[in-house]
């Protein structure tokens, strides 16, 4: 199967990040290192070249800034994602029938 042109502008350690077909992919780096941008082409890379079904596909964010960003950049594509915090929150709210109460700040 042909690599995207999107391809092209990443490194080759992003490379290997997004198109790694074995186990999952853990993608630590410092802050501005495109960390997201890999993140998001990995997405992008699974459900159109490598047609997986997107509601089978998550991708989890650290927080909602990046979220926010993740979507935006893979619009249209259909697959979910969230933050680690809303994940875990709807892996309890579905084995719990129901969502749990969560807690405000002042409320801790």
């Known amino acids: ?17 997004v ?16 960390k997201t941008r890999v993140l998001t082409e990995r997405l992008r890379h699974v459900v159109v070249d ?16 990046a979220r926010d960003e993740m979507v935006e950049r893979t619009a249209g594509l259909g697959a979910r994602v969230q933050t680690l915090n809303g994940l875990a929150y709807g892996i309890l709210a579905e084995h719990l029938d129901g969502a749990p109460s969560v807690l405000d700040e002042r409320a801790v």
């Open 19 to 34: 198109a790694a077909t074995e186990g999952p992919v853990l993608v630590v780096a410092g802050a501005g290192s495109g």
């Open 1 to 17: 199967m042909a690599e995207s042109p999107l391809f092209d502008d990443l490194n080759p350690a992003q490379r290997e990040a």
């Open 50 to 65: 490598r047609g997986y079904e997107p509601g089978s596909v998550v991708a989890v964010a650290y927080n909602r800034k």
